[in-house]
């Protein structure tokens, strides 16, 4: 008997040690510390200025499980007290509290105009700054401008906080091999007017006003915004922008450094301008996070709206085309356009001290010519890329070409235009002429019969000429032109069956690519699109 007790009592200690060192490492049972706080859902976090909060990790605090205190018993046994063995227990585990996003007041707030103390203010056509506005804050970008342009141009400012911010955008965009253009930043009163005027002069009203702001109400005026773009995108502001993996980026992440994308897709009606992916406002991080979060813009988040709706945009042009002064003559001149200056009042001639104007394209007997919808067309100003227009020696305003029969007729196109022929431009911005002084229009394409070859609005196609590094034309060694062309029909050409070009599915033509070199300008026919050179071209 005292045997079988003594056997009983170490296998019962035995017992309750083993016991012990399960509990001890139990505590592997439990979630990780992560999981005990997270839903599998990150909570958005701007990475500008506020800080990510520290994970706590879960420690193990109890006391090593004391052994069972063996007793002695009056009958010599020992007998074996069992002591509980206390359950290890984890420390509390503090709830991760990400610091939160300052809140902002919920949509509809109170308009907020207040363009000189404070940068979350809205900017429109029915809300707009005063000519005179000039930010006392801007400060060129350092890194994001495009190499070839000069930092110290206005384009390439912006409000000291936006440009830091944008700078800190870039520099988080280039760790993920994202690398952005800055295009377009401060514009001011002035040089708007220069570009909506243009607008006009070259798009219709309702592509215009979609498009371009009217002065007062640009955001580039405010220092706040910026135009961006990318290499595969052209450096250039396209819808096609949207779709580049920088544009994606910036869809995604411009938020968390204090930028929306200010003109979303499908809220025309409400902003009053088209779809525009690569145009981003700074209005701070915690209103451009309930801005990105909510999916709505900045006119709705104040409860605003655009004032014109699209019959106005297609009928109006924004500004005023002509002072009270010209009223009078304006309206004796109802077939006529007045020029704009860059404040948009009539341009003076010095001469007559009359307003100069776009008078109609007319026909070989002096009739005004009127297109497929019964409206006048008016010639077209030559304009540089600044929308400065050329003057000639007497003063006036030089005017496009309009490409005429052998009658002296405009040549029209399936809508009853006329066709424009665009001027050459050298490098340097300075017209190419002729003998005689007359300005050289582009090269028309041609069958092999010598007739016009139409595209399928009925209009000549003007073939591009090549250019240089340095953007000068390039001539080949009989002094001649260098155009892009499209490839020949050789089974074709010349038998009158109107194939005499290579065409696409869609007919469209197949065009060669000419490369050389800056150094000597040697010039060799490349690889058509499809990446085949065509046999017997």
């Not at 109890?62 to 205190?69: G, I, M």
Request: hydrophobic fraction near 35%.
């Amino acid at each position: 008997m005292i045997i079988s007790s003594k056997f009983k009592a170490i296998i019962t200690l035995i017992l309750l040690i083993a016991s012990a060192f399960a509990f001890a490492g139990c505590e592997g049972f439990f979630a990780s510390p992560q999981e005990l706080f997270t839903d599998g859902t990150p909570t958005p976090v701007p990475k500008a200025t506020d800080v990510i909060p520290t994970v706590v990790t879960v420690t193990n605090t109890s006391e090593a499980t004391p052994t069972a205190e063996v007793k002695p018993t009056e009958g010599g046994v020992p007998s074996v007290t069992d002591t509980p063995t206390p359950v290890p227990t984890d420390t509390p585990v503090p709830t991760a509290t990400p610091t939160p996003i300052p809140t902002v007041e919920a949509h509809p707030a109170e308009v907020n105009t207040d363009y000189q103390n404070s940068y979350t203010f809205i900017v429109d056509r029915a809300y707009p700054l005063p000519s005179t506005y000039e930010p006392d804050d801007l400060v060129p970008l350092s890194e994001c401008a495009l190499d070839y342009d000069s930092l110290t141009d206005p384009k390439h400012k912006m409000r000291k906080v936006a440009a830091e911010a944008l700078t800190e955008m870039f520099n988080a965009a280039k760790e993920e091999d994202i690398h952005l253009v800055a295009v377009s930043g401060y514009r001011s009163f002035e040089r708007q007017y220069t570009i909506y005027g243009h607008c006009l002069m070259v798009y219709s009203l309702k592509h215009t006003n979609r498009y371009s702001a009217v002065p007062g109400s640009s955001e580039h005026q405010t220092g706040l915004a910026m135009d961006l773009s990318c290499e595969s995108a052209h450096n250039d502001l396209i819808d096609e922008f949207a779709d580049t993996p920088e544009g994606q980026w910036v869809y995604e992440h411009c938020w968390e450094y204090g930028f929306i994308i200010r003109y979303t897709k499908g809220k025309t009606d409400i902003t009053g301008y088209a779809f525009e992916p690569w145009h981003v406002r700074y209005v701070g991080v915690p209103l451009a996070y309930y801005l990105t979060q909510n999916g709505i813009t900045l006119e709705e988040y104040y409860g605003v709206h655009d004032p014109y709706d699209e019959e106005y945009l297609s009928t109006h042009a924004l500004i005023d085309t002509h002072t009270l002064k010209y009223h009078k003559l304006y309206a004796s001149y109802s077939s006529a356009e007045l020029i704009l200056t860059a404040a948009g009042n009539g341009w003076e001639d010095p001469k007559t001290g009359y307003p100069r104007l776009v008078l109609p394209v007319k026909d070989a007997k002096g009739k005004n010519i009127k297109n497929a919808k019964g409206k006048l067309v008016y010639d077209v100003p030559l304009t540089n890329i600044f929308g400065e227009y050329y003057l000639n020696a007497d003063g006036s305003v030089m005017m496009k070409e309009v490409l005429r029969d052998a009658a002296g007729n405009p040549v029209l196109d399936n809508d009853k235009n006329p066709i424009f022929l665009e001027p050459l431009v050298e490098g340097d911005g300075s017209f190419v002429r002729d003998a005689s002084g007359k300005i050289v229009t582009r090269k028309l394409l041609t069958d092999s019969a010598g007739n016009l070859w139409l595209d399928e609005n009925g209009r000549p196609i003007q073939l591009v000429p090549l250019r240089d590094d340095n953007t000068y034309l390039v001539y080949n060694e009989s002094g001649e032109l260098i155009y892009f062309t499209p490839f020949q029909n050789a089974e074709h050409w010349g038998d009158g069956t109107g194939q005499d070009y290579e065409t696409k599915p869609d007919g469209s033509l197949f065009f060669s690519q000419w490369y050389y070199t800056a150094a000597n300008i040697e010039k060799t026919i490349a690889i058509t699109e499809a990446g085949v050179v065509p046999e017997n071209k």
